[in-house]
């Protein structure tokens, strides 16, 4: 099972440059879990552009969900460059990531720079928050 719209055989939107079958498709489909923080943070990014919300919600740590999420379909992701990594490995118990997220919103171009909180529960990584 994929997200709507996109086909496995295409470039993943995370940009690892695998296909996003072999990528980021078999996280949003419940195929395999993420195996580190940098991974789930990327899957998340392309459930961002694909706009799969059950992925986002599910991959979201319960202490911090949101009870539903809309995105914006005018919104569209064109680029994620992962700066920098602390922790989040496999045998990591806690992470974080920092990125910048480009996209395009009503014929504007802009970015959002983070650097995201993970945490690993039952052997699963989720999304904490953003750090200030």
Do not use: K
Request: include cysteine; charged fraction near 25%; proline fraction near 5%.
């Amino acid at each position: 099972m994929t997200a709507p719209g996109l086909d496995p055989s295409v470039r993943c939107p995370c940009g690892s440059g695998e296909t996003y079958g072999s990528c980021c498709g078999r996280f949003h489909s419940g195929e395999a879990t993420a195996p580190t923080a940098e991974r789930l943070m990327r899957s998340r990014y392309s459930a961002f552009a694909v706009g799969d919300v059950d992925y986002l919600l599910r991959t979201w740590h319960p202490g911090t969900r949101p009870d539903r999420l809309e995105l914006d379909p005018s919104q569209r992701w064109l680029r994620l460059d992962v700066l920098a990594t602390t922790g989040g490995g496999m045998f990591d118990a806690a992470g974080t990531v920092e990125f910048v997220a480009y996209f395009r919103e009503s014929g504007i171009r802009d970015s959002l720079h983070e650097n995201s909180r993970f945490v690993r529960e039952d052997g699963q990584w989720l999304y904490v928050d953003a750090l200030a």
